[in-house]
């Protein structure tokens, strides 16, 4: 008796603690459902949002610098979003081939700006014009007799790729005078009605070297190239110090976006976008109201079965259902672990694992019974006997999660994950907690008591 | 209440009949699978895009169709219709070079904005032709060693043999499941594959309750052939069989039903693996240990 009381208090205190880790102590009638928000974690597909996976290229580095590019250029990405003002957003290494990163960023509406962004590297460069403008790159070859001059190269004022004709092109001097590196700081300007302009400020060296440069060229022409795009061709009109403007942007997103990647710094290994994942939020809640309204009629389902077949055993089994998915949710709440669809599979898996626990032992009971135990024998032998096979299914069942989390895609190991912890609760509650049902049963008959099963 | 008390089927008895089900299934999977060039994957596995439209009004599906077949590779255009009544249409094609990925999105939308019409963009996914075959590979080497970890635990605590019947039993699950993908002509995504998971821990943990019955049998009656044991066995654990599987069916059951477009591939794979992989421990997995048995004994 005493025992038994000691049990029913576990049990109790461990679902108060899982209660209070899932939606907390709630101060007004909806601060639960706020609660329950924060602290279960919804993956990308189920609450809407953007996600991208980058491949940096990385065959031009040596191998030994792979793994230090790819964290300078996971660095680059969280500052360029992060100065997007999207909280919540995260870029991590992603997969097995070391040089894929994952990009995460909630409720994004658009998507093109924010890959455009992600993608560009962003090499800013200020060089001296020689001459210009050539209609075309053989024009300028043709120019100077075929060849460029020793130290100086080409760039054109349109993409490269693009239409060729239409853009024109300047012969610069080979070193550029000043880098991105060498930018402070870089902001949007708005000057009334032109266009709006890109400001930039300079270190301390480069301001110097950028002094020296002005000075000699008052009157020249100069070259800002942007990712090998020549963005203005503005005539040094004053000794320049530390600052300087940028024109050239179509719009003035154009000249945010230019801001926001000159701050963060250019990408040290160029980038490319291997997948895009856009799921409106209100397609993520569809999915959630659909799982959940599934869930909902397959577990009446079971529940009435449950209680047509087993009687009171089956009302056992439902509390033992119960609690399973309480437990089950704190426990990813508490490992911080992402619920996405597949890990929705897992939870399906669970459930039937866990409905599989109770009819194991509750058919053993039975038979037991019928070799002619008394009750509180039955309950005994039915519970060890079933307990061995339990191991058995659950062990096993871990093992494999075991390999799929090791080898298998981010997808996959949410799926590992959540069938992991889904079947130590349901260890605990199928077999601790029911048992302890049972003995609540028997404890207030006299003897011989009987069972409802 | 209680079903299947105390009965005592032959379930070995008739074991050439059910083997039989089993290799015409099996081989009909394969041959759709070698007929058809294996399976069907979806854009995740090959490298692709799909993009799910929502319209409000009848989707103009021939239309969006006959505008984008001619611009971009493998063209299809699926409208459909779920129960809450919603006209959603899936765009995908292939994307057979990393560098179309940059504009397939813009591709598709400037088709849907040609056509016109009230709708909004629901979700889109491009993946590179790249990311499709690891993830194609990484997917078979998952479950190949989680098999093979599952065969190793169960020889283990049980024999070789057994682990080795569980393992069998459930590639036949696989195959099954997969051969009937290809036989209805339905794409294998990557939720189809957790499906696949789900379905092999299922059928694992059936044949496992059974191996674990015949084990206990087997200490009681050492002097009975294992042929009986293995019957009786199956017998005495038919009712929790029927029960636990019954129960299961019915929650994969109503995924498919209220699930949603999304989850339909899940369900559809969860529904045959579980009555597959309900059979496959009964008819597969302990005939496979009888006639292991009787051929080690002929042989010794």
């Given at each position: 008796?005493?025992?038994?009381?000691?049990?029913?208090?576990?049990?109790?205190?461990?679902?108060?603690?899982?209660?209070?880790?899932?939606?907390?102590?709630?101060?007004?009638?909806?601060?639960?459902?706020?609660?329950?928000?924060?602290?279960?974690?919804?993956?990308?597909?189920?609450?809407?949002?953007?996600?991208?996976?980058?491949?940096?290229?990385?065959?031009?580095?040596?191998?030994?610098?792979?793994?230090?590019?790819?964290?300078?250029?996971?660095?680059?990405?969280?500052?360029?979003?992060?100065a997007f003002g999207l909280s919540e957003s995260q870029v991590q290494a992603y997969g097995s081939r070391g040089n894929e990163l994952l990009v995460q960023l909630p409720d994004v509406r658009d998507p093109a700006r924010i890959r455009q962004a992600l993608a560009s590297p962003t090499v800013l460069e200020w060089y001296r014009v020689e001459s210009?403008?050539?209609?075309?790159?053989?024009e300028a070859k043709a120019q100077h007799g075929g060849i460029l001059p020793w130290g100086t190269r080409l760039f054109p004022t349109q993409p490269a790729g693009a239409d060729k004709e239409g853009g024109a092109w300047y012969l610069v001097t080979g070193a550029p005078v000043i880098r991105g590196s060498d930018l402070r700081d870089a902001r949007?300007?708005?000057?009334?009605?032109?266009?709006?302009?890109?400001?930039?400020?300079?270190?301390?060296?480069?301001?110097?070297?950028?002094?020296?440069?002005?000075?000699?060229?008052?009157?020249?022409?100069?070259?800002?190239?942007?990712?090998?795009?020549?963005?203005?061709?503005?005539?040094?009109?004053?000794?320049?110090?530390?600052?300087?403007?940028?024109?050239?942007?179509?719009?003035?997103?154009?000249?945010?976006?230019?801001?926001?990647?000159?701050?963060?710094?250019?990408?040290?290994?160029?980038?490319?976008?291997?997948?895009?994942?856009?799921?409106?939020?209100?397609?993520?809640?569809?999915?959630?109201?659909?799982?959940?309204?599934?869930?909902?009629?397959?577990?009446?389902?079971?529940?009435?079965?449950?209680?047509?077949?087993?009687?009171?055993?089956?009302?056992?089994?439902?509390?033992?259902?119960?609690?399973?998915?309480?437990?089950?949710?704190?426990?990813?709440?508490?490992?911080?672990?992402?619920?996405?669809?597949?890990?929705?599979?897992?939870?399906?898996?669970?459930?039937?694992?866990?409905?599989?626990?109770?009819?194991?032992?509750?058919?053993?009971?039975?038979?037991?019974?019928?070799?002619?135990?008394?009750?509180?024998?039955?309950?005994?032998?039915?519970?060890?006997?079933?307990?061995?096979?339990?191991?058995?299914?659950?062990?096993?069942?871990?093992?494999?999660?075991?390999?799929?989390?090791?080898?298998?895609?981010?997808?996959?190991?949410?799926?590992?994950?959540?069938?992991?912890?889904?079947?130590?609760?349901?260890?605990?509650?199928?077999?601790?907690?029911?048992?302890?049902?049972?003995?609540?049963?028997?404890?207030?008959?006299?003897?011989?008591?009987?069972?409802?099963? | 209440?209680?079903?299947?008390?105390?009965?005592?089927?032959?379930?070995?008895?008739?074991?050439?009949?059910?083997?039989?089900?089993?290799?015409?299934?099996?081989?009909?999977?394969?041959?759709?699978?070698?007929?058809?060039?294996?399976?069907?994957?979806?854009?995740?596995?090959?490298?692709?895009?799909?993009?799910?439209?929502?319209?409000?009004?009848?989707?103009?599906?021939?239309?969006?169709?006959?505008?984008?077949?001619?611009?971009?590779?493998?063209?299809?255009?699926?409208?459909?219709?779920?129960?809450?009544?919603?006209?959603?249409?899936?765009?995908?094609?292939?994307?057979?070079?990393?560098?179309?990925?940059?504009?397939?999105?813009?591709?598709?939308?400037?088709?849907?904005?040609?056509?016109?019409?009230?709708?909004?963009?629901?979700?889109?996914?491009?993946?590179?032709?790249?990311?499709?075959?690891?993830?194609?590979?990484?997917?078979?080497?998952?479950?190949?060693?989680?098999?093979?970890?599952?065969?190793?635990?169960?020889?283990?605590?049980?024999?070789?043999?057994?682990?080795?019947?569980?393992?069998?039993?459930?590639?036949?699950?696989?195959?099954?499941?997969?051969?009937?993908?290809?036989?209805?002509?339905?794409?294998?995504?990557?939720?189809?594959?957790?499906?696949?998971?789900?379905?092999?821990?299922?059928?694992?943990?059936?044949?496992?309750?059974?191996?674990?019955?015949?084990?206990?049998?087997?200490?009681?009656?050492?002097?009975?052939?294992?042929?009986?044991?293995?019957?009786?066995?199956?017998?005495?654990?038919?009712?929790?069989?029927?029960?636990?599987?019954?129960?299961?069916?019915?929650?994969?059951?109503?995924?498919?039903?209220?699930?949603?477009?999304?989850?339909?591939?899940?369900?559809?794979?969860?529904?045959?693996?579980?009555?597959?992989?309900?059979?496959?421990?009964?008819?597969?997995?302990?005939?496979?240990?009888?006639?292991?048995?009787?051929?080690?004994?002929?042989?010794?």
């Amino acid at each position: 008796m005493n025992r038994l009381r000691k049990q029913t208090l576990l049990i109790l205190a461990v679902v108060a603690a899982c209660l209070l880790g899932i939606v907390g102590v709630p101060a007004t009638p909806t601060a639960w459902r706020d609660n329950f928000r924060r602290n279960i974690h919804l993956g990308l597909d189920l609450r809407g949002g953007v996600s991208f996976i980058l491949r940096v290229k990385t065959e031009d580095v040596p191998n030994a610098r792979q793994s230090d590019v790819v964290e300078q250029t996971r660095r680059v990405l969280e500052r360029r979003i992060n100065a997007f003002g999207l909280s919540e957003s995260q870029v991590q290494a992603y997969g097995s081939r070391g040089n894929e990163l994952l990009v995460q960023l909630p409720d994004v509406r658009d998507p093109a700006r924010i890959r455009q962004a992600l993608a560009s590297p962003t090499v800013l460069e200020w060089y001296r014009v020689e001459s210009g403008p050539y209609a075309s790159a053989n024009e300028a070859k043709a120019q100077h007799g075929g060849i460029l001059p020793w130290g100086t190269r080409l760039f054109p004022t349109q993409p490269a790729g693009a239409d060729k004709e239409g853009g024109a092109w300047y012969l610069v001097t080979g070193a550029p005078v000043i880098r991105g590196s060498d930018l402070r700081d870089a902001r949007v300007s708005s000057n009334g009605m032109s266009l709006p302009v890109t400001t930039f400020s300079l270190s301390q060296e480069a301001a110097a070297r950028f002094e020296t440069y002005t000075r000699a060229n008052l009157g020249k022409r100069a070259a800002i190239v942007l990712d090998g795009r020549i963005l203005s061709v503005p005539v040094i009109e004053d000794v320049i110090r530390d600052s300087g403007q940028i024109r050239g942007a179509r719009s003035l997103e154009e000249a945010q976006d230019l801001a926001v990647n000159l701050r963060s710094g250019a990408l040290p290994a160029a980038v490319e976008v291997i997948q895009e994942r856009t799921v409106e939020p209100s397609l993520g809640a569809d999915s959630i109201r659909h799982g959940t309204r599934a869930a909902a009629a397959g577990l009446a389902a079971v529940v009435v079965a449950m209680l047509v077949y087993y009687r009171w055993a089956g009302a056992n089994a439902t509390l033992a259902l119960a609690l399973n998915g309480v437990l089950l949710l704190a426990a990813l709440s508490w490992c911080g672990a992402v619920l996405t669809l597949p890990g929705i599979a897992g939870v399906v898996l669970t459930i039937g694992m866990a409905v599989d626990s109770n009819v194991l032992i509750f058919e053993r009971i039975r038979e037991e019974l019928r070799a002619g135990k008394t009750a509180a024998g039955a309950i005994a032998a039915g519970f060890s006997r079933a307990f061995g096979t339990l191991v058995d299914t659950h062990v096993t069942t871990v093992v494999s999660c075991a390999f799929l989390f090791l080898f298998g895609t981010p997808a996959v190991r949410g799926f590992a994950v959540t069938l992991v912890i889904g079947l130590v609760t349901n260890l605990f509650t199928s077999v601790f907690v029911s048992r302890v049902a049972f003995d609540w049963e028997l404890s207030r008959q006299r003897a011989p008591a009987t069972l409802s099963i | 209440m209680e079903l299947l008390k105390d009965t005592h089927f032959d379930f070995l008895g008739r074991q050439r009949l059910f083997i039989g089900a089993s290799l015409l299934l099996t081989v009909a999977g394969i041959a759709s699978l070698i007929i058809k060039g294996g399976p069907r994957f979806g854009i995740d596995f090959l490298g692709g895009a799909v993009m799910d439209v929502q319209w409000t009004g009848t989707a103009p599906v021939a239309d969006i169709r006959a505008e984008l077949t001619s611009q971009l590779p493998d063209v299809s255009v699926v409208g459909a219709h779920d129960i809450s009544g919603s006209n959603e249409m899936f765009i995908s094609t292939r994307v057979e070079k990393q560098s179309d990925l940059d504009s397939v999105r813009q591709t598709i939308e400037d088709a849907l904005a040609r056509t016109g019409g009230a709708y909004s963009v629901r979700s889109f996914e491009a993946i590179g032709p790249q990311i499709g075959s690891d993830l194609r590979k990484q997917a078979v080497l998952a479950t190949a060693s989680a098999s093979a970890g599952m065969l190793a635990y169960l020889a283990w605590r049980f024999r070789w043999i057994y682990g080795v019947a569980a393992v069998v039993a459930v590639i036949h699950d696989t195959l099954i499941t997969v051969g009937l993908f290809s036989l209805a002509n339905k794409e294998i995504s990557l939720t189809v594959v957790a499906a696949l998971l789900t379905l092999i821990g299922y059928s694992m943990n059936d044949t496992i309750v059974v191996f674990d019955r015949i084990r206990e049998n087997r200490r009681r009656m050492v002097h009975e052939p294992l042929r009986k044991v293995v019957n009786l066995s199956i017998n005495q654990t038919l009712s929790r069989t029927a029960l636990s599987s019954g129960l299961t069916l019915l929650t994969a059951l109503s995924l498919l039903c209220f699930g949603g477009l999304v989850l339909h591939g899940f369900s559809f794979a969860l529904v045959t693996g579980i009555i597959v992989g309900t059979y496959s421990s009964i008819f597969v997995a302990s005939p496979i240990l009888v006639a292991w048995e009787r051929w080690a004994g002929g042989a010794r």
